[in-house]
């Protein structure tokens, strides 16, 4: 039986790892905008009790994720935070381009998160008078820094994405109600309107395109996927998308959108046809072929187990549903896909997973929209893998995992790095998503359900699962240290075990999606 510590509300605790988290960004830079960050995360904690007030009386505007909190405190720090290691990075290299450019990311994210407290005090009733004088003073603290920090020209860039986040929240929130709580839709929407709009800045200044021509497939394959989900998102609700006409429209138009816009679009960005690229990209050594044939088989793998718990569910019960252990082997297939293409081509890997973004887009596209012939399959297929964080439309959870274990590549500062590698702590920040998602996520629900028997005031989650996690972390950053010739950690121990630690206290007390978020904040503790 398991012991019970005496009760306590998950999100102070939540709101206090985050605190701590940005107390260490501050201490480590201690600049106006860490100052910033910190009148931030204050009015965070505030804003995020009538968030839940709001979610807890159904008086939100829109029908956000059950049996969640809103996460509006950690969900706010991330943009802001790293756009402040980034700068500090950049600044380091002596990078001025991407220095100003993670202010503007800096700036953005508060922008955004004002603008998410700004809802929920003005429909809250009666008007949270106290509330209300801190978010104005935390406003005001952030409005006089950006005067001071940027130029006119990114100030403008700045209410571009504000401008096109209030847009595509109102799009997105009204055709998926239940599948994000604010604090995720604020993640998610965000990025995505930080990447259109770089990517419309970019498309209409040609000529000052540059960079590695891998950089430049995430941002198409996230816009046209977005396109593309908008477009029959609103067709579909004046017709039915389950007949065979539908579906041969779906895939013509599929084909129209990737072929007559993407592959142009990307073809100006990296001055090739983008399948020749690809083709000369991936034959450019024997090693590439191998991985590719290795990560094939493990898509096998994955797609067996699939059919396999399937199988057990027809010749069971119906109702039967994948157990946590089950769900765990995909981080475990995850994880062998990952620390090879980490260990022997990054580059490779980034180009892959964005790939395989995009086929998970598309597939999550035919299920939800019932696309023949595989529509209905899919449904069946993927529903035995469901659990309470999918209580909306779509099925998100392989797409947050591929995510968690992606972004920390995809974010990793390229340019302000000497020879792409990073010193220290650093070395390890391609590896976070392993470490957070494949690694720690995966062994604190694997013991914290099967041996866990203290668990933490106020949660599911026990000691052991967290204490395994944290231990498991470091015999994972032992063996990259072994087996990667390219980290060089310096001494940086106690910082590695402390940030791994304090990610994995979040992991215990956050409601959020833990794929994306903890990914985000480890990135952002090793890049310090």
């Known amino acids: 039986m398991k012991r019970v510590c005496p009760s306590v509300n998950p999100v102070y605790v939540e709101s206090v790892v985050v605190l701590a988290v940005v107390l260490c960004v501050h201490m480590a830079i201690w600049n106006q905008h860490s100052w910033c960050s910190i009148a931030l995360v204050i009015q965070a904690f505030y804003v995020q009790h009538k968030w839940d007030r709001l979610l807890k009386s159904g008086a939100a505007v829109f029908q956000f994720r059950l049996s969640a909190n809103s996460g509006?405190?950690?969900?706010?720090?991330?943009?802001?935070?790293?756009?402040?290691?980034?700068?500090e990075k950049c600044s380091a290299s002596g990078n001025v381009y991407f220095?100003?450019?993670?202010?503007?990311?800096?700036?953005?994210?508060?922008?955004?998160?004002?603008?998410?407290?700004?809802?929920?005090?003005?429909?809250?009733?009666?008007?949270?008078?106290?509330?209300?004088?801190?978010?104005?003073?935390?406003?005001?603290?952030?409005?006089?820094?950006?005067?001071?920090?940027?130029?006119?020209?990114?100030?403008?860039?700045?209410?571009?994405?504000?401008?096109?986040?209030?847009?595509l929240c109102l799009i997105v929130l009204y055709l998926?109600?239940?599948?994000?709580?604010?604090?995720?839709?604020?993640?998610?929407?965000?990025?995505?309107?930080?990447?259109?709009?770089?990517?419309?800045?970019?498309?209409?200044?040609?000529?000052?395109?540059?960079?590695?021509?891998?950089?430049?497939?995430?941002?198409?394959?996230?816009?046209?996927?977005?396109?593309?989900?908008?477009?029959?998102?609103?067709?579909?609700?004046?017709?039915?998308?389950?007949?065979?006409?539908s579906s041969l429209f779906f895939h013509m138009m599929t084909a129209v959108l990737v072929l007559g816009i993407l592959m142009p679009w990307l073809s100006l960005f990296i001055g090739r046809h983008p399948i020749m690229w690809l083709l000369d990209f991936v034959t450019l050594n024997d090693r590439r072929l191998c991985l590719l044939g290795y990560w094939v088989f493990l898509a096998i793998v994955a797609t067996c187990v699939v059919l396999h718990q399937n199988y057990q569910r027809q010749s069971g019960s119906k109702k039967h549903q994948a157990s946590t252990v089950v769900r765990k082997y995909f981080h475990l297939i995850v994880v062998a896909t990952y620390v090879p293409g980490l260990m022997y081509d990054r580059q490779l890997l980034h180009v892959a997973s964005v790939g395989c973004l995009a086929v998970f887009l598309l597939l999550e596209y035919v299920r939800y929209f019932r696309i023949l012939p595989f529509g209905q399959l899919l449904r069946q297929l993927l529903t035995l893998f469901l659990d309470e964080r999918d209580s909306g439309p779509l099925i998100l959870t392989h797409i947050y995992l591929l995510l968690g274990m992606s972004l920390p590549i995809w974010l990793f500062p390229g340019p302000c790095a000497p020879k792409g590698i990073l010193t220290g702590a650093g070395g390890l920040v391609p590896y976070a998503g392993v470490l957070a998602v494949g690694v720690g996520d995966t062994v604190a629900s694997v013991f914290g359900s099967t041996m866990g028997e203290i668990r933490w005031p106020g949660t599911r989650k026990t000691l052991e699962g967290t204490a395994t996690s944290v231990f498991a972390q470091i015999i994972a950053v032992a063996m990259f240290l072994i087996f990667d010739g390219s980290i060089n950690l310096n001494s940086t121990y106690s910082w590695i075990v402390g940030s791994i630690t304090l990610v994995a206290l979040l992991e215990a007390y956050t409601s959020q999606i833990d794929n994306l978020l903890l990914p985000l904040y480890l990135f952002i503790l090793l890049l310090l």
């Open 72 to 87: 509006i405190v950690p969900a706010s720090m991330v943009m802001p935070l790293m756009g402040l290691v980034l700068r």
């Open 99 to 167: 220095e100003r450019f993670s202010m503007v990311i800096t700036i953005t994210g508060m922008m955004l998160a004002l603008f998410l407290s700004l809802i929920a005090l003005g429909v809250t009733r009666p008007v949270p008078t106290n509330t209300c004088i801190i978010a104005g003073l935390a406003g005001s603290a952030i409005l006089y820094t950006t005067k001071q920090t940027l130029t006119v020209s990114e100030v403008i860039e700045v209410l571009e994405v504000l401008l096109i986040f209030v847009y």
């Open 176 to 245: 998926l109600p239940r599948c994000f709580t604010p604090g995720e839709a604020l993640l998610i929407v965000g990025g995505i309107s930080f990447i259109l709009n770089q990517l419309i800045k970019r498309s209409l200044n040609l000529a000052e395109v540059k960079g590695d021509p891998v950089n430049y497939f995430l941002p198409v394959v996230v816009v046209g996927s977005l396109l593309l989900g908008v477009f029959f998102a609103l067709l579909f609700c004046f017709m039915e998308s389950e007949t065979w006409v």
